[in-house]
């Protein structure tokens, strides 16, 4: 069955420092990866996506992620967080040829000042 | 930008009634989505509709049914709510065409509770 891992259910990090929020997806032939982040009271709004090609991809926000074929994961890091960061952040994966994209449990970012 | 609105944030509901979420989207997209979302559990899939009558379901489509007459509509229908239903529900919306990349815009959710 088609499932996306994220590790870590919630993130403390100050301000400033560096952050990597995991993300491990099950294997497919032909598979796209995505990050979305959910701020307070608000939607989804995409972060970042890896279709094909290179494997860093970069996204809004200061946020890349790496793709990662032989260990099936795509981290999302950021090198320096703002207050402004506090989200949660959801990856998920669809296959190429499916309409569905399947989502990780969330990953709740909190920047402490 | 794609707008994807949904009919109210907030709502609240008895057990027994039948509730209608609706969702609105302005970029002329084939494929509509509902989701609901709950802590610790991301989010679920209950159908999706990739052309105006068609419908498939999606991972929880129990106690749920839904409807698209047109092409930028698409609702969510609680027969008979009930409480295990309180959570939050967000649409999305994409272009057709599977077999390509096309990313799910987001509508701001309702939060639906049930009493």
């Known amino acids: 069955a088609q499932s996306v891992t994220q590790l870590d259910s919630q993130v403390p990090v100050f301000e400033e420092a560096p952050v990597e929020l995991r993300c491990n997806y099950s294997s497919s032939v032909s598979v796209y990866l995505f990050w979305y982040v959910q701020y307070p009271n608000q939607g989804l709004q995409l972060l970042l996506k890896y279709l094909s090609g290179s494997t860093l991809v970069k996204g809004i926000n200061g946020f890349e992620a790496e793709f990662n074929k032989s260990q099936t994961s795509f981290h999302l890091r950021k090198p320096s967080v703002h207050i402004s960061d506090t989200a949660e952040y959801f990856c998920?994966?669809?296959?190429?040829?499916?309409?569905?994209?399947?989502f990780g449990k969330g990953t709740k970012l909190s920047v402490i000042p | 930008d794609v707008k994807v609105t949904q009919s109210s944030r907030y709502l609240v509901k008895r057990t027994g009634e039948k509730v209608f979420l609706e969702c609105v989207q302005d970029?002329?997209?084939?494929?509509m989505f509902w989701y609901r979302q709950d802590p610790g559990l991301g989010l679920r899939l209950i159908y999706f509709?990739?052309?105006?009558?068609?419908?498939e379901k999606g991972d929880i489509p129990e106690g749920y049914s839904v409807s698209r007459e047109k092409k930028e509509r698409f609702s969510l229908i609680l027969e008979s709510a009930s409480t295990n239903q309180t959570s939050m529900y967000l649409c999305?919306?994409?272009?057709?065409?599977?077999?390509?990349?096309?990313?799910?815009?987001f509508g701001p959710g309702t939060r639906l509770t049930v009493l």
């Open positions: 509709s990739y052309d105006v009558k068609m419908k």
């Open positions: 999305a919306s994409s272009l057709g065409l599977a077999g390509s990349y096309n990313e799910q815009f």
């Open positions: 998920a994966r669809r296959e190429a040829g499916s309409y569905q994209l399947t």
């Open positions: 970029m002329d997209h084939e494929n």
